[in-house]
Nanobody, 114 residues
Framework: QVQVVESGGGLVQPGGSLRLSCVAS????????MAWYRQAPGKQRELVAS???????DYADSVKGRFTISRNNAVTTVYLQMNSLKPEDTAVYYC????????WGQGTQVTVSP
């Protein structure tokens, strides 16, 4: 059974930092591509960052230079380090695992507010 569990969200002031974690079990994690998406109220879900099984990372233009995606295959975890956070980064952040199929987590809320 595949499980994808995000954690690390919370309330942070503008300019602050958060690190999100996503633990995936029941998949061939070392072969899977991983991605972080986010969805703000009233908006479509959008891709924030992705990382291939080989470690190549890509980012949405809106987060380049501020967010860093990384993975640790030994603990089947992908991370999203978010720095210089802005109010427009407020959203529910979701982790996606792409193995043979796609699997989503339940999301973690990130709120950036004074």
């Amino acid at each position: 059974q595949v499980q994808v569990v995000e954690s690390g969200g919370g309330l942070v002031q503008p300019g602050g930092s958060l690190r999100l974690s996503c633990v995936a079990s029941g998949t061939r994690f070392n072969l899977a591509a991983m991605a972080w998406y986010r969805q703000a109220p009233g908006k479509q879900r959008e891709l924030v960052a992705s990382i291939t099984s080989g470690g190549r990372a890509d980012y949405a233009d809106s987060v380049k230079g501020r967010f860093t995606i990384s993975r640790n295959n030994a603990v089947t975890t992908v991370y999203l380090q978010m720095n210089s956070l802005k109010p427009e980064d407020t959203a529910v952040y979701y982790c996606k695992v792409v193995d043979v199929y796609q699997y989503w987590g339940q999301g973690t809320q990130v709120t950036v507010s004074p």
